[in-house]
């Protein structure tokens, strides 16, 4: 696609239940990048494919997140037993290596709310 | 551990003023420097990159500068317009890799006023 596409990109949910966000990168983009950034504060890094395989997990924040991507695509963060504290803009960011001379293409994120 | 500082005032600049922002980073230089743009309730824009052993990069309004003895990375927008208004994030990656992804600094708020 022309750009980074994320779903949804709003979300409300109870606290306790899954969620399941979802990034398409750009066409051709091997990398792909999950952050998280709260109010007022910078971006988080989470974790990173290249082509489908995450080869650290350790940014993820805790064992109720977790990460894949399928067909060198598409992407999906889940989130188990929401807290309140999960509550951020989740972004998903592509690039066409994971070298870091290449740019980094973001989606307009995924604003989470839990309640 | 690796920090990146970024202004965290807003900066207030005059349209048609040169505005400067500042980046400085901790321990080792890394390979490459990163800035973006980011205006409320998007993502982050990539503007430009600069490689440790560039001194100077432009593009269009918009100049890098990368000091490696200082630490530092300036940012500046030239003949500035009230739609250059945001927040501006200065990015570096120290393995060079995408294992870690970029760090990002907090951002700098620039108001470009009329």
């Known amino acids: 696609g022309a750009g980074v596409s994320q779903s949804p990109s709003n979300k409300v949910t109870e606290k306790g239940k899954d969620v399941e966000l979802r990034c398409d990168p750009i066409?051709?983009?091997?990398?792909l990048y999950w952050y998280r950034q709260s109010l007022g504060q910078g971006l988080e890094f989470l974790i990173y494919?290249?082509?489908?395989?995450?080869?650290?997990k350790s940014g993820l924040p805790s064992d109720r997140f977790s990460a894949e991507r399928t067909g060198g695509s598409v992407s999906t963060l889940t989130i188990q037993r929401t807290q309140q504290e999960d509550s951020a803009v989740y972004l998903c960011?592509?690039?066409?290596?994971?070298?870091?001379?290449?740019?980094?293409?973001f989606g307009s994120g995924t604003r989470l709310t839990v309640v | 551990s690796q920090k990146i500082e970024q202004n965290s005032e807003a900066l207030n600049i005059q349209e048609g003023k040169t505005a400067t922002l500042t980046c400085n980073y901790t321990?080792?230089?890394?390979?490459?420097l990163q800035w973006y743009r980011q205006d409320p309730g998007r993502g982050p824009v990539f503007l430009l990159l600069?490689?440790?052993?560039?001194k100077e990069k432009r593009k269009e309004r918009l100049k890098v500068t990368f000091d490696t003895t200082l630490k530092q990375s300036l940012f500046h927008i030239t003949a500035s317009q009230p739609a250059d208004s945001a927040t501006y994030l200065c990015?570096?990656?120290?393995?060079?890799?995408?294992?870690?992804?970029?760090?990002f600094g907090k951002g700098t708020h620039l108001i470009i006023q009329p």
């Open positions: 960011a592509s690039s066409l290596s994971g070298a870091s001379n290449y740019g980094y293409t």
């Open positions: 066409s051709g983009h091997t990398a």
């Open positions: 494919f290249q082509g489908n395989s995450a080869p650290d």
């Open positions: 321990n080792y230089s890394p390979a490459y």
């Open positions: 600069i490689r440790e052993n560039e």
């Open positions: 990015a570096l990656s120290y393995s060079g890799g995408g294992a870690d992804g970029l760090t």
